[in-house]
């Protein structure tokens, strides 16, 4: 079983920034096309970002676009979202999640995930 667990997370101003980490158990991270989503209350979790098991493809949700940057470490089981710009749209609770295919957009493709790990951005 694959397991996924998220840190970094908190409590930032507008304007400034925050990296998120993914880290995976149970196999290679590498096996896994990732993803990131977001879900604020009341709303629907939305795609963030997505990366390829090499990290050659990534892709971005619209609203990211230029802000945000998917990596991943594939030695160290860890897959990495850097958030500049920060926005209060931005405020969610952030979930990684595993793939066994390509990229992939929706919530519903992924195969794994994470318990999430809260994201507030202040005015």
């Known amino acids: 079983q694959v397991h996924l667990v998220e840190s970094g997370g908190g409590l930032v101003q507008a304007g400034g920034s925050l990296r998120l980490s993914c880290t995976t158990s149970?196999?290679?991270?590498?096996?896994?096309?990732m993803g990131w989503f977001r879900q604020a209350p009341g709303k629907e979790r939305d795609f963030v970002a997505t990366?390829?098991?090499?990290?050659?493809?990534?892709g971005y949700a619209n609203s990211v676009k230029g802000r945000f940057t998917i990596s991943r470490d594939n030695a160290k089981n860890t897959v990495y979202l850097q958030m500049n710009s920060l926005k209060p749209e931005d405020t969610a609770v952030y979930y990684c999640a595993a793939r066994i295919s390509g990229v992939a957009f929706t919530p519903a493709a992924y195969n794994y995930w994470g318990q999430g790990t809260q994201v507030t951005v202040s005015s």
């Open positions: 149970g196999r290679t991270q590498g096996s896994y096309t």
């Open positions: 990366i390829s098991r090499s990290g050659e493809n990534t």
